[in-house]
């Protein structure tokens, strides 16, 4: 083992994510890359073609009997619980039984000896429907009074009613806000291997590896115990490998167990994104009263989502939503309530932000209107309006760490936003006189995002930490790599701990069998509650190696420390890996289980009070964009973003987060849209339909710096803070900057109250709106 000198990987530096060059050499395992064992089966999913139906009929017979075909699984083969759903509801089930509730629903699945043999038996399956009436959006649902698929939340503190009644302005509106397709570059895949007795292991692409192995266990009938869920990364999840794998997994292993053979399923793009949930998209209905200044006074709204044919995660991000409906901003008298709509489409699902982007856009059009009817720009009424320390949100939660005015006035000054607000405005006006095609848009925009899963009970991890003789270190934890950086951070806290060299820590792949009762790799929590994990575990081995090391070496316990490649016993520095063995041969306990849950924590659903979020991320974003008034098209000219990542764990990774989230939301929120047919099937389900951003769609200049200054507050991982949903979020900017674009027509005396995503078509019409 090398002796250190110089030690990398320590935490608060740049450090090279640990698959970084295996990606780029192509040389990182995903499951698909995987060895598959000897006569691996494959699996192929048969998918409704009707939204809403009594199943009459079907014929498998042509299936079974097609080239290779080894049988054909149906919800009668399930051995134990048909149902998938994470959650108490018992509404997801793997195989429809009787009815289809969406156009793509899984039906059965042909297993065959190679994938293309069982896609084309798949193929050959006749159903017979008697359909029924849907609906596919919210307000066609509320309608037809379909209901809700769970229970919907209001947050409410003071009088909202009373409050709008008396303000001396009040806007009335409706906003329209777009879903969006996860788009992993992976898709989903899973691989069983059936073991002896009742044993199994899933290889598999999932955020949530304890949930499929509860959801294995049911489908099988089987203890948690003899299910083994294996996780070494993901090639993207977002959100879309939270719950939407169980289905796949499940598939895996029944037909494994069923043929004891491994089992292997990976569906097409084309029924990878039927099939599976996305993001929530919402109606809102919202109402907001404010004074002459442009101070908000009261807000009401309604958000109406479409949640799909079941519950899924609709509850939790429904309820999210409303926890974000205020953004940034203090709202004095506030009543707002979640509609979790039934609708005869795929349940969807979580994605980053899980909610909280569609509350926060809510927000930004309540300012964004403020300030055209008070003729302001709004970055006045959004200073105006932030929360200041001691205030409370709509949920009873005080806010005691804001720092966006900082933020704003460094990257006001940063992005020199007055100046070119100005130049803006001057070129606009040029174009109108002069019939200019070309029109721009700037504007800032703010994010505070609060940090936990709502579900008190997810705000925990476990750990597993090995030093082996030769002084190597095996490092396990309960969350997943994506692509984020995760395991890299988390070995960066045990390198620190350690002081050694992150060339020591070998990260090993999550499994059930290392770490027990995982939560989800989700709501941005991945590195806060593993990396603490992670720590506790390093704690109790150096602590018992401070006892051995005090003893033989026969210093001061408080003499003893943990220095750059070495251990400090008085006035001797003894090597790492000399100390290590030393204790192997003295039999010191070198392992140890960490485990941390999070502290403070506490929400009341009933009352809608309390405590959901440990802290909350901060950030802001200046975009400007040029608008082609003849296309509705236009490309993002400039960004400047300064992000809250706390104490950051590592700089480099955390920056590629930001900007990665900051494409994203802007790809959510212009160019990606969900279209559903009269017949109620997704047409926008290919790269061919559904366009997600470009290489050449990113910003022309995109500046993006870390709030190096910012240290949490609360006592997280490090003083770092969350980085993966916040900065999501930021992409509103853009979207505000083409609304201002599109105003220009109607010299700022109306907004474009442009629904989402602003497609060049939407801003088209818009713009025909307003001219003159």
């Known amino acids: 083992m090398k002796d250190e000198t110089t030690i990398r990987g320590l935490a608060h530096t740049d450090t090279i994510h640990d698959s970084a060059i295996k990606q780029v050499t192509g040389r990182a395992e995903y499951t698909d890359d995987l060895n598959e064992p000897y ?18 009929s079907i014929d498998l017979d042509a299936a079974r009997r097609a080239p290779g075909v080894i049988g054909v699984l149906t919800a009668e083969d399930i051995p134990g619980v048909n149902d998938v759903a994470p959650n108490d509801k018992h509404d997801d089930p793997i195989f429809a039984e009787g009815e289809v509730k969406f156009w793509g629903q899984p039906m059965f699945a042909v297993v065959a000896e190679t994938r293309d043999q069982a896609r084309r038996a798949a193929h050959h399956v006749k159903v017979e429907y008697e359909e029924l009436p849907f609906a596919l959006d919210p307000m066609a649902a509320k309608e037809a009074d379909l209901g809700y698929v769970t229970e919907p939340l209001t947050l409410r503190r003071g009088d909202a009613g009373a409050a709008m009644q008396t303000a001396p302005n009040r806007i009335k509106r409706r906003f329209s806000i777009g879903g969006q397709d996860h788009f992993y570059l992976e898709g989903q895949i899973a691989m069983a291997i059936p073991g002896e007795d009742d044993d199994v292991i899933i290889n598999v692409s999932t955020q949530h590896p304890t949930e499929v192995q509860h959801m294995v266990s ?98 939790p991000v429904t309820d999210r939503a409303l926890f974000h409906c205020d953004n940034a901003y ?38 964004e209107e403020i300030a055209y009817a008070l003729q302001r720009d709004p970055l006045e009424i959004r200073k105006l309006n932030l929360y200041q320390n001691g205030q409370l949100t709509p949920y009873h939660q005080e806010v005691t760490d804001q720092i966006l005015p900082r933020i704003f006035d460094e990257l006001e000054a ?9 130049a803006v405005l001057d070129w606009n ?36 930490i090995h030093i082996y003789s030769d002084g190597s270190i095996a490092l396990n934890h309960g969350g997943t790599e994506m692509g984020q950086g995760l ?32 939560s989800a790799t989700a709501a941005s929590s991945g590195t806060d509650l593993n990396g603490m994990a992670a720590l506790d575990a390093a704690e109790q081995i150096k602590a018992r190696i401070i006892d051995f090391v005090s003893e033989r070496w026969q210093a001061p316990r408080d003499e003893v420390k943990f220095v750059p490649g070495h251990i400090r016993a008085g006035d001797r520095d003894i090597r790492f890996d000399e100390v290590i063995a030393a204790a192997y041969m003295a039999r010191v306990h070198l392992s140890a289980a960490g485990f941390y849950k999070t502290p403070k924590i506490h929400w009341d659903r009933a009352t809608g009070r309390g405590r959901p979020f440990y802290y909350y991320a901060y950030g ?35 920056k590629g987060q930001v900007e990665g989230a900051f494409v994203q939301g802007t790809g959510w929120l212009t160019c990606e849209e969900l279209w559903w047919d009269q017949k109620g099937r997704l047409r926008t389900h290919a790269p061919s339909t559904y366009k997600i951003p470009l290489a050449s769609d990113k910003p022309r200049i995109f500046n993006v710096k870390l709030a190096d200054w910012s240290e949490n507050s609360e006592r997280s991982i490090k003083r770092s803070k969350a980085v993966g949903e916040p900065p999501f979020m930021l992409g509103i900017s853009v979207f505000e900057a083409i609304n201002m674009a599109v105003a220009s027509f109607s010299d700022y005396r109306e907004p474009a109250l442009l629904d989402a995503p602003a497609t060049p078509e939407r801003v088209l019409m818009a713009i025909e709106k307003l001219r003159p």
């Not at 899980?354 to 930004?364: M, R, T």
């Not at 940063?414 to 100005?422: I, N």
């Open 218 to 315: 049911h489908a099988l009938g089987v203890p948690s115990h003899s299910v083994v869920v294996n996780v070494r990364r993901m090639g993207g999840g977002f959100g879309g490998k939270e719950t939407q794998m169980n289905l796949f997994a499940c598939v895996a292993a029944i037909a494994a167990k069923r043929w004891n053979r491994a089992v292997k399923i990976r569906p097409d793009r084309d029924d990878d994104m039927t099939a599976t949930g996305k993001r929530h998209d919402f109606v809102v209905d919202y109402e907001v009263g404010f004074d002459d200044d442009g101070r908000i006074l009261a807000v009401e709204g309604d958000w109406y989502a479409r949640c799909g044919f079941s519950s899924d995660l609709s509850g």
């Open 414 to 422: 940063d992005s020199d936003y007055h100046a070119r607000r100005q």
């Open 487 to 518: 395991n890299t951070k988390v070995a960066q806290v045990v390198a620190e701990a350690f002081q050694c060299d992150i060339g020591r820590i070998k990260i090993t792949k999550t499994t059930t069998e290392k770490v027990p009762n995982t």
């Open 429 to 464: 006006a040029k174009a109108a006189r002069d019939g200019g095609v070309i029109r721009k848009g700037i504007a800032i925009t703010p994010v505070k995002f609060g940090i936990s899963f709502t579900a008190t009970w997810f705000n925990q991890a476990g750990a597993l």
């Open 39 to 56: 006569r691996t089966l494959h699996a192929y999913l048969g998918l409704s073609q009707c939204a809403h139906g009594r199943i009459k």
């Open 330 to 367: 203090f709202y004095p008298d506030v009543r707002v309530s979640s509609h979790p709509m039934r609708t005869n489409t795929v349940s969807n699902t979580a994605f980053r932000g899980f909610g909280g982007p569609q509350g926060v856009i809510v927000a930004e059009r309540i300012v």
């Open 620 to 654: 802001a974003s200046v975009s400007e964009v040029s608008v082609d008034t003849l296309t509705g098209e236009y490309v993002i000219d400039r960004v400047d973003v300064i992000h809250d990542a706390g104490r950051s764990l590592n700089p480099a990774i955390d």
